[in-house]
């Protein structure tokens, strides 16, 4: 039997995607939405008043790509938007309650997808893994 491939860099590109296929699937199944959007939502959800700048910078995103999913979500009736208290060209964000319909109807998928996961790596690979992932995406060392 061969080594298992140890090109971890693209083994996580190729994992990512498949992970993302997979939960985009299940998600517009359970909630009419992408992880993006759901991403979009979550983010608006912890930060309400949060303008499109500032979601950019959370999704890691740029902003030209967030201007289209704030289009989409406010089109769909998930996010309504407003004027910002002080920045006059700036918007803020808010969920609606369809969006927050949404986002309560995608939660249990979310937790599904990640129970599996965690019995895939069971609980310290998980744990191991999610902090490590945290580092990255976060700059820490």
């Known amino acids: 039997m061969s080594e298992p491939d140890q090109r971890l860099y693209f083994l996580l590109q190729r994992a990512a995607h498949q992970l993302r296929t997979a939960a985009d699937r299940r998600c517009v199944t359970a909630a009419g939405i992408t992880t993006v959007q759901l991403g979009a939502l979550f983010a608006v959800e912890d930060r309400p008043g949060i303008t499109q700048q500032q979601l950019a910078r959370t999704l890691g995103l740029r902003e030209s790509a967030v201007t ?18 002080s920045e006059h060209r700036a918007v803020v964000l808010e969920l609606t309650d369809a ?5 309560d109807a995608a939660r249990p998928e979310i937790d599904r997808f990640n129970t599996e996961l965690r019995e895939l790596l069971g609980d310290d690979g998980f744990s191991r893994t999610a902090a490590a992932l945290h580092r990255i995406v976060h700059g820490e060392e």
Request: no cysteine.
């Open 99 to 103: 969006g927050a319909v949404a986002l």
């Open 68 to 85: 289209g999913l704030v289009t989409r979500l406010t089109t769909a009736g998930l996010l309504a938007k407003g004027a910002h208290p």
